[in-house]
Every structure is written in structure tokens, then in C-alpha cells.
């Protein structure tokens, strides 16, 4: 799907007709509606609005997805069963997914390229691999739920980025 797309069926899935959403974002009808037939790009501030108005973690991976620069927000899955109790069950298959990719490294006193054997290299791009399968899953949980007993990702998702930014992870560069 595209921002464009995603914006209409997050608006009509609120309820909310062009002209409401127009008024939340301050954009007349005829810009709501470019917006959602993808002829005019919506700026970064507004785009904020519209997934802060429509409650939408969706229009924001799909936001993020469009950037060039994303590598961490995954895809919207779509087709992935949204279930609490489906959520939970591969959920805790893709962690032990990591937790076993995990415990088949041997990374002691291994710190350059060039002190990995080829098996080695192996295990770790699986790890890797895994790790990054671990995102998807785990946004993807955190959002079925929410949307299923009615709480609010975005503000979840506030409180989490102040959590860390109060324990001093965010911004500052660390030795490694």
C-alpha cells in the first residue's frame, strides 16, 4: 500500500469524512483529497497530525516505510493474523528464534572482521537475521493489542521514547 491509500482507509475506518479530517489537520477538502489520490505530497507536520488525529499506527509505518532513509520500521503486515492469543504464540516463537541464534555464537575474543572464521560469519548474519525478524513480530503484537483493547500506540510509544531518553540512551554517543 502507499501513505496515500493508507490515509483513506485509516480515515474511513475512523468514521471521519474528508471534510472532518480536513479541520483536525487544517486542510480544505480538496487537499485531503489530493492527499489521498497521492497527486500532492503531505508535509512531515501534517502528517503527524493526521496519524495523532486517526489514532493510526498504521498511516506511520506506512509514513516511515516511504522514507528512504528508514531501516528499522518494518512493512505493515497485513496479512498476518491480528489475534491477542495468535500475537503471543509467534511472538514468543520468533524470541526463541533469537535466543537460539543467540546461543550458538562464540564471539570471545572476536572483535574484528578479520577474527571470524567462516562459520562464524554464518552464525552471526543468522543471528542477525533473526534479531531483525524479532521487530516486525513485536510491533506487530503491541499494536493488535492495542488496537484490539483500545489503548493508544502513539502515546505508548511516547512514553517508551521519554522511558529511554530519561535513562540517558537517547542522544548521546556511547564508547563501545
Known amino acids: 500500500m ?32 489530493a ?7 503531505m508535509p512531515a507536520d501534517v502528517v503527524r497530525q493526521a496519524i495523532r488525529e486517526l489514532k493510526s499506527p ?6 516511515c516505510n516511504g522514507c528512504e532513509c528508514n531501516v528499522i520500521v518494518p512493512p505493515w503486515l497485513g496479512a498476518v ?6 500475537q503471543i504464540t509467534s511472538l514468543a516463537e520468533e524470541v526463541d528464534e533469537v535466543r537460539d541464534a543467540l546461543k550458538s555464537l562464540d564471539l570471545r575474543n572476536k572483535r ?12 552471526l548474519e ?15 503484537a503491541a499494536v493488535s493489542w492495542c488496537e484490539v483493547y483500545g489503548m493508544d500506540f502513539m502515546g505508548l510509544r511516547r ?10 540512551y537517547v542522544g548521546g554517543e556511547k564508547a563501545a
Do not use: W
Open 112 to 123: 574484528r572482521p578479520q577474527d571470524l572464521s567462516a562459520q562464524d560469519r554464518a552464525a
Open 2 to 33: 502507499c501513505v496515500a491509500s493508507v490515509l483513506k482507509a485509516e480515515r474511513e475506518r475512523v468514521g471521519m469524512t474528508q471534510k472532518q479530517l480536513g479541520s483536525k489537520i487544517r486542510a480544505s477538502v480538496s487537499t485531503v483529497r
Open 58 to 63: 498504521r498511516l506511520a509505518f506506512e509514513c
Open 159 to 168: 512514553r517508551q521514547l521519554a522511558k529511554l531518553d530519561n535513562r540517558g
Open 35 to 41: 492527499y489521498e489520490q497521492g497527486t500532492r505530497r
Open 81 to 86: 493474523d491480528c489475534h491477542p492469543l495468535t
Open 126 to 140: 543468522f543471528a542477525i537475521e533473526q534479531a531483525l525478524d524479532l521487530v516486525p513480530s513485536v510491533i506487530m
